[in-house]
């Protein structure tokens, strides 16, 4: 067969598939050769030509036959010397508009050029999502698949995710690594659904070396969305290829989404990243300060800020970050150190907001546990020593860390009197300042109840 009788079944085949297929699929065809009735035809990746001869194996053969050429059977192959994975190869569709920082015409979303593993300070509470992460960043056989990652907002999930791809398209800039939320993965899939180009959708995605979805937990509720990522997905690890999900919660705890995702998703590995803890804090604010000072300019901090800000804001990484911006912005202007007394009107704002409320019931749980004590026993009447010291401590506490008042506090020690507790607080006040171990416990306490 020439390459001219090849046009002419060509032609054909646009009214038996129609102009979009024709144009997606058919036309990038290469005819190669046609040997002992098998007619070969150049693709440029595996998965169009699976794609082709799967939805249009058939046709092709049919016109073939038509067209008075003995074949039995249709193959599609890509050529051995095809440009390097991730190297522009002709693509059959036209591309999706977007930017993903690193070349190609994958769907992807920018990289963040601050995520990197550089700057990612480890401590207990992430080390092993870090560690995960890292193997996963050294490519080479995929071990796990997929690498889930979760935790609550803040702790570093996308940051790590940017750095996996950094780390990749560093090692290895031919591959196509791609990034992007899923609600970025939905809002192409809508859009392929809508353009009825849902041809170039599956086979961007399912051309890719490494996906990222991060935030998966978006597509719960969204059945037709989670359908496609399902098929892409399976499509994916079918290859071979390394996808990598994050989420604010564990497989089995995100609502709406489908069982058989749920199960997907567990089949690699599943890591969570830990609520920070004081240390990590502080060295997050260390490598923060290092960081600015290098961008903008030195900063005098007054000792005891850093841990300041480490204690009071603990709930996510990005506030932290915003208070410690705020400060180096405030420090610049008025060009003076940043004294405790500076931070603390600066900041008024953040510190009030990440005030977080401790109840009392808390502290008594805490407290019993701690002292292996009953909690009806902290609460109960019984006066013995083993109940009692738990019992002021747990009092103590309470009128540090909570608003409530005396009364208050009382009343949910099993409705003593305001005196009562005065008088509590008052021995552990004393009891502090002589007896270290009861100092011990107390900071011990008060840590874990601060977390
Ligand atoms: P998530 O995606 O889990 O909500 P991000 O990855 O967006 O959180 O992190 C929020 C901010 O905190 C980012 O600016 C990130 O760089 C920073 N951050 C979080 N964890 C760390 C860490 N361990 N070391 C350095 N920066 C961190
Ligand atoms: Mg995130």
């Known amino acids: 067969m020439t390459d001219q009788s090849w046009g002419e079944v060509r032609e054909n085949l646009l009214t038996t598939v129609g102009k979009n297929n024709y144009v997606n699929w058919i036309e990038p065809l290469e005819f190669s050769d046609l040997e002992g009735g098998v007619a070969t035809f150049l693709v440029p990746t595996s998965f169009m030509g699976n794609w082709v001869s799967r939805n249009f194996g058939d046709h092709i053969l049919q016109e073939l036959s038509n067209a008075g050429q003995k074949v039995s059977r249709v193959e599609f192959s890509v050529p051995k010397a095809a440009a390097p994975v991730g190297k522009k190869t002709q693509t059959p569709a036209k591309p999706v508009k977007q930017s993903n920082g690193g070349g190609g015409d994958v769907p992807g979303a920018p990289l963040d050029a601050r995520f990197t593993f550089d700057s990612f300070v480890v401590g207990k509470p992430n080390e092993l999502a870090h560690a995960a992460a890292r193997r996963v960043a050294e490519g080479g056989t995929v071990t796990f698949n997929p690498l889930f990652l979760y935790g609550g907002v803040g702790l570093g999930k996308t940051h790590l995710m940017h750095a996996i791809a950094w780390e990749l398209r560093k090692r290895s800039p031919g591959l196509r690594v791609v990034y992007l939320s899923a609600e970025q993965f939905m809002y192409r899939f809508v859009q392929a659904l809508r353009d009825k180009d849902m041809m170039t959708f599956k086979q961007l995605f399912r051309s890719v070396d490494v996906l990222m979805v991060d935030d998966v937990q978006f597509i719960a509720g969204k059945d037709a969305t989670q359908e496609e990522f399902f098929h892409t997905f399976n499509a994916l690890v079918d290859q071979n290829k390394q996808i990598i999900v ?146 002021q401590i747990a009092m103590y506490l309470a009128k540090q860390l909570t608003s409530r008042s005396l009364p208050e506090i009382g009343r949910r020690f099993g409705g003593r009197d305001h005196t009562t507790v005065m008088h509590g607080v008052r021995k552990i006040e004393e009891l502090m300042q002589k007896d270290s171990q009861i100092a011990d416990d107390l900071e011990l306490l008060r840590r874990s109840l601060e977390a």
């Open 246 to 391: 994050s989420s604010d919660s564990a497989p089995t705890d995100i609502d709406g989404i489908d069982d058989r995702i749920v199960s997907r998703l567990q089949s690699g590995l599943v890591v969570d990243l830990h609520p920070t803890n004081y240390e990590l804090r502080l060295g997050i604010l260390q490598q923060k300060v290092d960081q600015f000072s290098a961008q903008f300019s030195n900063l005098d901090i007054q000792d005891g800020v850093l841990e300041f800000l480490a204690h009071r804001i603990s709930s996510n990484v990005r506030v932290l970050e915003g208070a410690l911006m705020r400060l180096f912005a405030f420090g610049s202007l008025v060009g003076r150190e940043v004294t405790m007394e500076l931070t603390e009107d600066c900041l008024a704002d953040i510190l009030r907001a990440s005030d977080r409320k401790i109840t009392v019931e808390e502290i008594q749980r805490k407290v019993s546990d701690h002292f292996n004590i009953r909690l009806s026993d902290m609460i109960g009447p019984k006066r013995v020593r083993t109940f009692a010291r738990p019992r």
